[in-house]
């Protein structure tokens, strides 16, 4: 199995007959999605899309006749996609399953879902979406919709409510952002504190990846049991 990073929140993890793409918003600047949709033409391809924001959904996606496209309820909504035009719509705690794989939507801190994927062989993949404890201290401005400890509370119950699902994942998207300054790892770290995992993808990194970099040198001190895979470092991780 392959996790290509592409840009910003999306990775294209390839497996011997499927490519599942996840939070698709534009190509890499050399094509790196172009190209691995054309090397992959003979496997079944999947675009999953956690929320209708514009840096993790492209209409574009609508153009692949081929892939199955399992978006969230907000998606369909906000951006008027017809259930026909899709795989399945789901919503937080819904499951979708067929032959290659089954995926349960988690909720998000934020918008829309995030996906728990398990494959045939029993590997498990988490991309997180914007699931984050988004802890602005410096700017709690930015907390419109609740305040810091709600963030704090109601991430953590995703965590739990995962940690029920898998004790253990094996491939972890999730957001490590410069925008939270001094807590931008904050919710990583509660992540890496709960839930055992083997390979872990910063994204949502604004191309900042000096600073994710060093956030992810401490992290590698605290957790020496997971490997850390930068985006910015290698396209095949
Ligand atoms: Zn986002």
Redesign the pocket.
């Known amino acids: 199995m392959k996790v290509h990073y592409i840009y910003?929140?999306c990775f294209a993890v390839e497996t011997v007959d499927t490519l599942l793409i996840f939070d698709y918003s534009q190509d890499s600047a050399d094509g790196r999605l172009e190209r691995l949709m054309e090397s992959c033409w003979y496997k079944q391809r999947y675009f999953i899309v956690s929320?209708f924001?514009e840096?993790?959904f492209s209409p574009d996606i609508m153009k692949y006749m081929g892939a199955r496209k399992l978006i969230s309820y907000d998606t369909s909504k906000r951006r008027r996609i017809k259930p026909y035009q899709v795989t399945a719509v789901l919503r937080p705690g819904d499951t979708y399953e067929d032959e290659h794989l089954k995926m349960m939507a988690i909720r998000s801190t934020?918008v829309g879902i995030s996906s728990l994927v398990w494959l045939p062989d029993g590997t498990t993949l988490y991309h997180a979406?914007?699931n984050n404890n988004w802890y602005f201290a410096e700017t709690p401005e930015e907390h419109i919709r609740c305040s810091v400890d709600e963030m704090e509370g109601l991430f953590r119950s995703t965590l739990r409510e995962i940690k029920m699902l898998t004790p253990c994942v094996d491939h972890v998207m999730f957001?490590i952002d410069p925008r939270l300054g001094s807590e931008m790892m904050r919710g990583a770290c509660q992540w890496l504190q709960l839930i055992h995992t083997r390979h872990f993808y910063p994204m949502?990194c604004w191309d900042r990846w000096d600073e994710v970099g060093e956030g992810v040198e401490q992290l590698k001190e605290l957790f020496p049991q997971t490997t850390f895979h930068l985006g910015n470092q290698s396209d095949t991780l």
Do not use: V
């Open positions: 910003h929140s929320h924001h840096d993790h934020d979406g914007d957001p949502h």
